[in-house]
């Protein structure tokens, strides 16, 4: 009898990262590509629907979900959706985010703050238009690193 032989772990091929757009997002999405050997392809290089719909037609790729125009071509193709927080609540810049927000008093201001944020509640309804695809939440920095870290291995 033989010894059963080690199926080799699949790796997401089509990857959808939900993130606050940053230097840090930028730097985490060269580093998932490279783990992962896939092109990153940012949403913000496309002209349009017609050169989305030609990324979600290839087998490899890691781009981003802020576009909601973008979403349903890219997530039809999806292996997975990471959810990423990049600027956690406990990390400095974090802290000082939420005091501003604290003093801030001029409602016109929170307005314009509010549009500014990335709306990631997309991703909350997946499980209802796409419950098959895969979600990984990583809710802070060192999650995100770990998760990184274990594909890599």
């Known amino acids: 009898m033989h010894?059963?032989?080690?199926?080799?772990?699949?790796l997401p091929q089509r990857v959808v990262?939900?993130?606050?757009?940053?230097?840090?997002?930028?730097?985490?999405?060269?580093?998932l590509a490279e783990v992962l050997d896939?092109?990153?392809?940012?949403l913000a290089d496309l002209s349009g629907p017609a050169e989305v719909?030609?990324?979600a037609a290839f087998d490899g790729w890691v781009t981003t979900g802020e576009e909601?125009?973008?979403?349903?071509?890219?997530?039809?193709?999806?292996d997975l959706v990471a959810l990423v927080d990049l600027v956690g609540p406990e990390t400095f810049t974090g802290r000082v985010r939420r005091t501003l927000r604290r003093l801030r008093t001029d409602?016109?201001?929170?307005?314009?703050?509010?549009?500014?944020?990335?709306d990631l509640a997309w991703v909350e309804g997946l499980a209802l238009t796409h419950p098959g695809l895969a979600v990984v939440?990583?809710?802070?920095?060192a999650a995100a690193e770990t998760w990184l870290r274990a594909l890599s291995a």
């Open 3 to 10: 010894a059963p032989v080690p199926h080799p772990r699949r």
């Open 17 to 31: 990262v939900a993130a606050a757009p940053g230097e840090q997002l930028s730097a985490y999405l060269d580093r």
């Open 38 to 42: 896939l092109p990153l392809v940012p």
């Open 53 to 55: 719909d030609r990324l």
């Open 68 to 78: 909601a125009w973008a979403r349903p071509a890219l997530l039809e193709r999806a």
């Open 107 to 118: 409602a016109r201001e929170r307005d314009r703050e509010r549009e500014r944020e990335t």
């Open 137 to 141: 939440r990583l809710p802070d920095p």
